[in-house]
């Protein structure tokens, strides 16, 4: 299979389910993998204070 194939497959969710970027840093902060982008903001800007 095509590196294309391979690619198309993720994206469509035929492999499993992969988790998305968002998701896997949100794990990386602790945060819930739903974070809303208003609660992911205030949480930034949280952290960039503490430095």
Known sequence: M???GRQTQRRSG???M???G???V???YGWP???SDEDTLAA???LNQKR
Do not use: F, R, S, W
Request: proline fraction near 5%; hydrophobic fraction near 50%; avoid cysteine.
């Open 22 to 24: 968002d998701v896997v």
């Open 18 to 20: 992969m988790p998305t």
């Open 26 to 28: 949100a794990a990386a």
């Open 44 to 46: 930034l800007i949280e």
């Open 2 to 4: 095509t590196g294309e």
């Open 33 to 35: 993998a739903d974070i």
């Open 14 to 16: 035929q492999q499993g």
